[in-house]
């Protein structure tokens, strides 16, 4: 086991999660409650069809957006 920093905008911010070895976006979005969100693995864009077979071996921060409504 091993963290990353997983950052919520909007939401919560940063925070430490752990994570297991050859754990997938996919296993990640669900348990942390992130479906909906655009997911981004150190800069890089993940693609929704790509969720099941993307690791996070060697990731250090995930962010995960959702769109804000403007004014």
Same mark, same amino acid.
């Given at each position: 086991?091993?963290?990353?920093?997983?950052?919520?905008?909007?939401?919560?911010?940063?925070?430490?999660?752990?994570?297991?070895?050859?754990?997938?976006?996919?296993?990640?979005? @669900?348990?942390?409650?992130?479906?909906?969100?655009?997911?981004?693995?150190?800069?890089?864009?993940?693609?929704?069809?790509?969720?099941?077979?993307?690791?996070?071996?060697? @990731?250090?921060?995930?962010? @995960?957006?959702? @769109?804000?409504?403007?004014?």
């Amino acid at each position: 086991m091993r963290y990353v920093t997983l950052v919520q905008v909007p939401g919560p911010g940063a925070s430490s999660v752990e994570v297991a070895e050859d754990t997938t976006v996919a296993q990640f979005v @669900a348990d942390n409650n992130l479906s909906g969100k655009t997911i981004i693995v150190d800069g890089e864009g993940i693609s929704p069809d790509n969720y099941g077979t993307a690791t996070l071996n060697s @990731a250090t921060e995930i962010f @995960a957006t959702a @769109a804000v409504k403007g004014n």
